[in-house]
Protein backbone atom coordinates (compact mmCIF):
# COMPACT_ATOMS: atom_id res chain seq x y z
CA UNK A 1 0.00 0.00 0.00
CA UNK A 2 0.72 3.50 -1.11
CA UNK A 3 -0.37 6.35 1.39
CA UNK A 4 0.17 9.88 -0.93
CA UNK A 5 -0.09 13.45 -0.65
CA UNK A 6 -1.23 15.35 -3.73
CA UNK A 7 -1.00 19.76 -3.46
CA UNK A 8 -4.23 21.11 -5.07
CA UNK A 9 -6.65 19.56 -6.45
CA UNK A 10 -6.15 15.26 -6.15
CA UNK A 11 -3.84 14.42 -9.08
CA UNK A 12 -1.97 10.84 -8.84
CA UNK A 13 -0.87 11.01 -12.65
CA UNK A 14 2.26 9.20 -13.71
CA UNK A 15 3.83 10.24 -17.16
CA UNK A 16 7.16 8.67 -15.71
CA UNK A 17 8.17 12.59 -15.87
CA UNK A 18 10.46 12.15 -12.62
CA UNK A 19 14.11 11.24 -12.85
CA UNK A 20 15.15 7.45 -11.17
CA UNK A 21 13.16 5.47 -8.79
CA UNK A 22 10.71 8.36 -8.95
CA UNK A 23 9.62 8.06 -12.18
CA UNK A 24 7.01 5.07 -11.02
CA UNK A 25 5.77 7.67 -8.52
CA UNK A 26 2.96 10.57 -9.30
CA UNK A 27 3.70 13.61 -11.23
CA UNK A 28 2.92 16.16 -8.82
CA UNK A 29 3.34 14.85 -4.79
CA UNK A 30 4.12 16.41 -1.50
CA UNK A 31 7.29 15.25 0.36
CA UNK A 32 6.55 14.14 3.83
CA UNK A 33 8.22 12.73 6.80
CA UNK A 34 8.14 8.79 7.10
CA UNK A 35 9.92 6.88 9.55
CA UNK A 36 12.86 4.06 7.84
CA UNK A 37 14.61 1.77 9.95
CA UNK A 38 18.41 2.00 10.56
CA UNK A 39 19.60 -0.87 11.31
CA UNK A 40 23.31 -0.06 11.64
CA UNK A 41 22.06 2.76 14.70
CA UNK A 42 19.65 0.32 16.20
CA UNK A 43 22.98 -2.03 16.36
CA UNK A 44 25.00 0.66 18.28
CA UNK A 45 22.36 1.30 20.91
CA UNK A 46 21.76 -2.44 21.45
CA UNK A 47 25.43 -2.70 22.23
CA UNK A 48 25.80 0.12 24.50
CA UNK A 49 22.63 -0.90 26.44
CA UNK A 50 24.42 -4.45 26.52
CA UNK A 51 27.94 -2.55 28.40
CA UNK A 52 25.57 -0.22 30.16
CA UNK A 53 23.81 -3.86 32.10
CA UNK A 54 27.47 -4.93 34.47
CA UNK A 55 26.95 -1.31 35.89
CA UNK A 56 23.17 -0.61 35.82
CA UNK A 57 21.04 -3.43 35.53
CA UNK A 58 17.88 -1.69 35.68
CA UNK A 59 18.90 0.07 32.37
CA UNK A 60 16.02 0.10 29.91
CA UNK A 61 16.43 -1.94 26.67
CA UNK A 62 16.32 0.38 23.60
CA UNK A 63 13.62 0.72 20.76
CA UNK A 64 14.39 -0.16 17.47
CA UNK A 65 16.11 3.22 15.54
CA UNK A 66 13.98 4.97 13.04
CA UNK A 67 14.89 7.92 11.26
CA UNK A 68 12.13 10.63 9.86
CA UNK A 69 13.19 11.46 6.42
CA UNK A 70 11.35 12.91 3.43
CA UNK A 71 9.60 10.23 0.87
CA UNK A 72 6.86 11.12 -1.86
CA UNK A 73 4.88 8.28 -0.20
CA UNK A 74 4.34 5.59 3.04
CA UNK A 75 4.46 2.57 2.06
CA UNK A 76 3.01 -0.96 4.48
CA UNK A 77 3.02 -4.12 3.19
CA UNK A 78 -0.11 -6.98 4.51
CA UNK A 79 0.54 -10.56 4.89
CA UNK A 80 -1.10 -13.57 6.15
CA UNK A 81 1.16 -16.25 8.03
CA UNK A 82 -0.18 -19.72 9.44
CA UNK A 83 2.16 -21.52 11.41
CA UNK A 84 0.85 -24.79 11.47
CA UNK A 85 4.24 -26.74 13.02
CA UNK A 86 7.49 -25.87 14.72
CA UNK A 87 9.32 -29.22 14.90
CA UNK A 88 12.45 -30.02 17.22
CA UNK A 89 14.67 -33.02 15.93
CA UNK A 90 15.72 -33.79 19.26
CA UNK A 91 18.11 -37.21 17.69
CA UNK A 92 18.28 -39.05 14.19
CA UNK A 93 14.64 -41.17 15.07
CA UNK A 94 12.65 -38.42 17.50
CA UNK A 95 11.15 -35.16 16.89
CA UNK A 96 8.33 -33.17 18.63
CA UNK A 97 6.01 -30.36 17.28
CA UNK A 98 6.43 -27.84 20.46
CA UNK A 99 3.25 -26.12 19.71
CA UNK A 100 1.28 -29.32 20.85
CA UNK A 101 3.63 -31.23 23.18
CA UNK A 102 4.49 -27.87 24.93
CA UNK A 103 8.12 -29.07 24.89
CA UNK A 104 10.79 -26.26 24.28
CA UNK A 105 14.23 -25.82 21.48
CA UNK A 106 17.14 -27.46 22.89
CA UNK A 107 20.57 -25.76 21.65
CA UNK A 108 21.66 -29.43 21.40
CA UNK A 109 18.57 -30.49 18.95
CA UNK A 110 19.98 -31.64 15.78
CA UNK A 111 18.03 -28.54 13.77
CA UNK A 112 14.54 -27.04 14.32
CA UNK A 113 11.99 -26.70 11.48
CA UNK A 114 8.93 -24.14 10.36
CA UNK A 115 6.14 -25.50 8.52
CA UNK A 116 3.80 -22.48 7.22
CA UNK A 117 1.55 -20.94 4.63
CA UNK A 118 2.24 -17.17 4.22
CA UNK A 119 0.34 -14.93 1.35
CA UNK A 120 0.04 -11.70 0.39
CA UNK A 121 -1.46 -9.24 -2.59
CA UNK A 122 -0.42 -10.95 -5.55
CA UNK A 123 0.10 -6.88 -6.99
CA UNK A 124 3.37 -6.02 -8.33
CA UNK A 125 4.91 -3.71 -5.89
CA UNK A 126 6.89 -0.58 -7.49
CA UNK A 127 10.45 0.27 -7.04
CA UNK A 128 11.42 0.72 -3.34
CA UNK A 129 12.96 4.20 -2.62
CA UNK A 130 15.45 2.65 0.24
CA UNK A 131 16.07 -0.84 -0.68
CA UNK A 132 18.40 -1.62 -3.70
CA UNK A 133 16.87 -5.17 -4.75
CA UNK A 134 13.62 -7.22 -4.05
CA UNK A 135 11.98 -6.70 -0.19
CA UNK A 136 12.22 -10.00 1.22
CA UNK A 137 10.58 -11.50 4.36
CA UNK A 138 13.06 -13.69 6.31
CA UNK A 139 12.69 -15.64 9.39
CA UNK A 140 15.48 -15.51 12.16
CA UNK A 141 16.46 -17.81 14.80
CA UNK A 142 19.21 -16.52 17.48
CA UNK A 143 19.84 -14.31 14.87
CA UNK A 144 20.62 -17.22 12.13
CA UNK A 145 18.35 -16.03 8.55
CA UNK A 146 16.11 -18.22 6.44
CA UNK A 147 14.65 -16.52 3.63
CA UNK A 148 10.91 -17.05 3.71
CA UNK A 149 8.59 -18.38 0.74
CA UNK A 150 5.32 -16.41 -0.31
CA UNK A 151 2.83 -20.10 -0.70
CA UNK A 152 0.93 -23.01 1.22
CA UNK A 153 2.49 -25.74 2.65
CA UNK A 154 6.01 -24.48 3.05
CA UNK A 155 8.85 -24.90 5.55
CA UNK A 156 12.21 -23.77 6.58
CA UNK A 157 14.74 -25.95 8.56
CA UNK A 158 17.27 -24.48 10.88
CA UNK A 159 20.59 -26.74 11.34
CA UNK A 160 22.92 -24.80 13.29
CA UNK A 161 20.98 -24.59 16.74
CA UNK A 162 24.14 -24.72 19.03
CA UNK A 163 25.01 -20.97 18.43
CA UNK A 164 22.20 -20.17 20.92
CA UNK A 165 23.64 -21.13 23.48
CA UNK A 166 26.38 -18.49 22.75
CA UNK A 167 23.89 -15.55 23.02
CA UNK A 168 22.56 -13.99 26.44
CA UNK A 169 19.38 -13.85 27.24
CA UNK A 170 19.01 -10.00 25.83
CA UNK A 171 20.13 -11.17 22.01
CA UNK A 172 17.86 -12.57 20.12
CA UNK A 173 16.35 -15.38 21.60
CA UNK A 174 13.25 -15.67 19.36
CA UNK A 175 11.99 -16.58 16.08
CA UNK A 176 11.51 -13.97 14.66
CA UNK A 177 9.70 -12.81 11.29
CA UNK A 178 10.23 -9.32 9.41
CA UNK A 179 11.20 -7.49 6.07
CA UNK A 180 15.27 -7.70 5.35
CA UNK A 181 14.59 -3.26 4.99
CA UNK A 182 12.60 -3.49 8.59
CA UNK A 183 13.95 -5.58 11.16
CA UNK A 184 12.63 -3.89 14.09
CA UNK A 185 9.36 -3.75 12.91
CA UNK A 186 8.95 -7.80 14.05
CA UNK A 187 5.62 -9.02 11.92
CA UNK A 188 5.28 -12.71 14.24
CA UNK A 189 7.53 -14.03 16.64
CA UNK A 190 7.90 -16.93 19.00
CA UNK A 191 9.98 -16.36 22.30
CA UNK A 192 12.35 -19.35 22.73
CA UNK A 193 12.28 -19.99 26.52
CA UNK A 194 15.64 -19.61 28.44
CA UNK A 195 15.82 -20.59 32.12
CA UNK A 196 17.96 -17.58 32.64
CA UNK A 197 21.44 -17.24 34.63
CA UNK A 198 22.77 -20.41 35.93
CA UNK A 199 24.85 -20.72 39.17
CA UNK A 200 27.66 -22.71 40.38
CA UNK A 201 28.15 -22.84 43.99
CA UNK A 202 30.63 -24.92 46.35
CA UNK A 203 29.02 -26.30 49.16
CA UNK A 204 31.11 -24.08 51.93
CA UNK A 205 29.03 -21.32 50.45
CA UNK A 206 26.59 -19.32 49.01
CA UNK A 207 27.79 -17.23 46.14
CA UNK A 208 28.74 -18.10 42.96
CA UNK A 209 32.37 -19.73 42.24
CA UNK A 210 34.54 -17.70 39.43
CA UNK A 211 36.47 -20.74 39.16
CA UNK A 212 36.41 -24.59 39.37
CA UNK A 213 39.30 -26.35 41.25
CA UNK A 214 40.38 -29.81 41.33
CA UNK A 215 39.69 -31.72 44.12
CA UNK A 216 40.39 -35.44 45.77
CA UNK A 217 39.57 -35.19 49.23
CA UNK A 218 36.62 -34.56 51.24
CA UNK A 219 36.51 -30.39 50.90
CA UNK A 220 33.64 -28.64 50.64
CA UNK A 221 34.95 -25.58 48.70
CA UNK A 222 36.12 -27.92 46.37
CA UNK A 223 32.32 -30.26 45.90
CA UNK A 224 29.98 -27.87 43.57
CA UNK A 225 26.45 -28.20 42.56
CA UNK A 226 23.72 -25.97 40.24
CA UNK A 227 21.34 -23.83 40.74
CA UNK A 228 18.69 -22.03 38.23
CA UNK A 229 17.59 -19.16 41.06
CA UNK A 230 15.04 -17.76 37.67
CA UNK A 231 13.19 -20.08 37.10
CA UNK A 232 9.66 -19.70 38.21
CA UNK A 233 7.94 -21.87 40.52
CA UNK A 234 5.32 -23.02 38.45
CA UNK A 235 7.69 -23.85 35.44
CA UNK A 236 7.19 -27.92 34.56
CA UNK A 237 10.94 -29.36 35.35
CA UNK A 238 10.52 -31.52 33.06
CA UNK A 239 10.76 -29.14 29.79
CA UNK A 240 14.27 -29.07 30.58
CA UNK A 241 17.38 -30.43 29.06
CA UNK A 242 20.92 -29.75 29.89
CA UNK A 243 24.69 -31.01 29.77
CA UNK A 244 27.59 -30.91 31.83
CA UNK A 245 31.14 -31.05 30.16
CA UNK A 246 34.56 -30.40 30.41
CA UNK A 247 36.21 -28.49 27.39
CA UNK A 248 39.46 -27.14 26.40
CA UNK A 249 40.67 -23.37 25.76
CA UNK A 250 39.31 -23.97 21.98
CA UNK A 251 35.73 -25.24 23.20
CA UNK A 252 36.07 -29.07 22.40
CA UNK A 253 35.58 -32.00 24.75
CA UNK A 254 38.59 -32.48 26.54
CA UNK A 255 40.28 -36.14 25.99
CA UNK A 256 40.59 -38.38 28.82
CA UNK A 257 44.02 -40.64 29.03
CA UNK A 258 43.91 -43.56 27.67
CA UNK A 259 43.08 -46.52 29.45
CA UNK A 260 46.48 -48.45 31.01
CA UNK A 261 47.31 -52.11 31.37
CA UNK A 262 47.37 -54.33 32.99
CA UNK A 263 44.34 -53.23 35.34
CA UNK A 264 42.57 -51.54 33.32
CA UNK A 265 42.92 -47.97 34.70
CA UNK A 266 40.61 -45.79 34.00
CA UNK A 267 39.49 -41.99 34.80
CA UNK A 268 36.09 -40.03 35.49
CA UNK A 269 33.91 -38.88 32.66
CA UNK A 270 34.18 -35.75 31.25
CA UNK A 271 30.55 -35.27 29.93
CA UNK A 272 27.15 -36.11 31.67
CA UNK A 273 23.63 -35.14 31.22
CA UNK A 274 21.38 -33.28 33.40
CA UNK A 275 17.85 -33.45 35.04
CA UNK A 276 16.08 -31.01 37.11
CA UNK A 277 14.49 -31.12 40.39
CA UNK A 278 13.32 -28.85 43.20
CA UNK A 279 14.95 -28.54 46.64
CA UNK A 280 12.64 -26.35 48.89
CA UNK A 281 12.58 -22.99 46.76
CA UNK A 282 15.55 -23.61 44.98
CA UNK A 283 16.25 -25.29 41.19
CA UNK A 284 19.27 -27.69 41.41
CA UNK A 285 20.70 -29.44 38.48
CA UNK A 286 21.27 -33.36 39.23
CA UNK A 287 24.22 -35.27 37.14
CA UNK A 288 22.79 -38.36 35.61
CA UNK A 289 25.42 -40.83 36.26
CA UNK A 290 23.49 -43.58 34.56
CA UNK A 291 20.30 -44.34 33.12
CA UNK A 292 18.39 -45.14 37.04
CA UNK A 293 21.27 -42.69 38.98
CA UNK A 294 21.37 -39.14 39.76
CA UNK A 295 23.68 -37.23 42.15
CA UNK A 296 23.23 -33.61 43.04
CA UNK A 297 27.24 -32.41 44.18
CA UNK A 298 30.45 -33.21 41.34
CA UNK A 299 34.04 -32.82 42.07
CA UNK A 300 36.48 -32.67 39.65
CA UNK A 301 39.91 -34.61 39.55
CA UNK A 302 43.02 -35.73 36.99
CA UNK A 303 43.79 -38.92 39.23
CA UNK A 304 42.58 -42.57 37.90
CA UNK A 305 39.18 -43.98 39.97
CA UNK A 306 41.08 -46.72 41.44
CA UNK A 307 43.59 -44.17 43.69
CA UNK A 308 40.49 -42.68 44.72
CA UNK A 309 38.68 -45.47 45.60
CA UNK A 310 41.51 -46.37 47.69
CA UNK A 311 40.88 -45.20 51.33
CA UNK A 312 44.63 -45.62 52.33
CA UNK A 313 47.39 -43.88 54.44
CA UNK A 314 47.26 -40.77 51.54
CA UNK A 315 44.08 -39.82 52.01
CA UNK A 316 42.23 -40.31 48.53
CA UNK A 317 38.94 -41.47 49.09
CA UNK A 318 35.42 -40.86 47.51
CA UNK A 319 33.37 -38.55 49.52
CA UNK A 320 29.47 -38.96 49.83
CA UNK A 321 29.85 -41.48 46.65
CA UNK A 322 25.94 -41.86 46.50
CA UNK A 323 25.57 -38.29 46.35
CA UNK A 324 28.81 -36.93 44.48
CA UNK A 325 29.33 -37.48 40.68
CA UNK A 326 33.14 -37.76 39.81
CA UNK A 327 34.28 -35.82 36.73
CA UNK A 328 37.81 -35.44 34.94
CA UNK A 329 39.14 -32.13 35.24
CA UNK A 330 42.03 -31.63 32.36
CA UNK A 331 44.52 -28.86 32.61
CA UNK A 332 43.09 -25.30 31.69
CA UNK A 333 39.85 -25.73 30.20
CA UNK A 334 36.56 -24.77 31.52
CA UNK A 335 33.60 -26.03 33.11
CA UNK A 336 30.46 -25.88 30.47
CA UNK A 337 27.06 -25.82 31.26
CA UNK A 338 23.92 -25.61 29.05
CA UNK A 339 20.28 -25.51 29.86
CA UNK A 340 18.19 -25.52 26.62
CA UNK A 341 19.00 -22.73 25.04
CA UNK A 342 21.39 -21.07 27.74
CA UNK A 343 25.04 -21.78 28.13
CA UNK A 344 27.37 -20.77 31.46
CA UNK A 345 31.35 -21.73 31.84
CA UNK A 346 33.39 -21.50 34.59
CA UNK A 347 37.08 -21.64 34.45
CA UNK A 348 39.27 -24.27 35.69
CA UNK A 349 41.85 -23.30 38.27
CA UNK A 350 45.18 -22.65 36.30
CA UNK A 351 47.80 -25.05 36.30
CA UNK A 352 50.26 -23.81 38.88
CA UNK A 353 52.60 -26.83 39.60
CA UNK A 354 54.46 -28.88 37.02
CA UNK A 355 55.83 -32.38 37.93
CA UNK A 356 58.16 -35.39 36.71
CA UNK A 357 56.81 -38.90 37.75
CA UNK A 358 57.82 -42.28 36.58
CA UNK A 359 54.14 -43.89 34.81
CA UNK A 360 53.06 -46.37 37.21
CA UNK A 361 54.32 -44.69 39.89
CA UNK A 362 52.63 -41.12 39.50
CA UNK A 363 52.43 -40.48 43.66
CA UNK A 364 56.04 -40.89 43.57
CA UNK A 365 57.12 -37.66 42.82
CA UNK A 366 60.51 -37.01 41.68
CA UNK A 367 60.63 -33.42 41.24
CA UNK A 368 57.83 -31.64 43.61
CA UNK A 369 58.72 -28.28 41.79
CA UNK A 370 58.65 -24.52 42.91
CA UNK A 371 55.98 -22.46 43.65
Known amino acids: FYNNV ?6 FTSTGANPGRLSSR ?23 YREALADNPGAIKPEPFYRWCYRPEMQYSLYDLDISAINRQIDETTSENILESDTIISCEDDWAEILYSLSTTELLPMDYIDLAGDK ?9 EVTATIGADQSIRFDNLAHLA ?27 FTPGEIVVKNDAGDEAVEEICLSNRVN ?13 PSYDLEKLHGHIRVVDREGKVVTVPASGSPGDTK ?15 RVCAVIKV ?23 DDGYYYADQDQTAMMYGGVGGRVQIDVNITRHEVPMEPLGVIVIGIDGLRRDVLYPGVN
Request: charged share 30%; proline share 6%; with cysteine.
Open 6 to 11: SRGSPD
Open 26 to 48: PDRYVPFLVPVFDEEATEIRRRA
Open 136 to 144: ELVFSVGGQ
Open 166 to 192: LLDADDFLTMRLYTNNDAGNVLWEYAL
Open 220 to 232: LRKRYHIELPDMP
Open 267 to 281: YAAVEYPLEFVREGE
Open 290 to 312: DENETRGRCIFTNLALDIIADDD
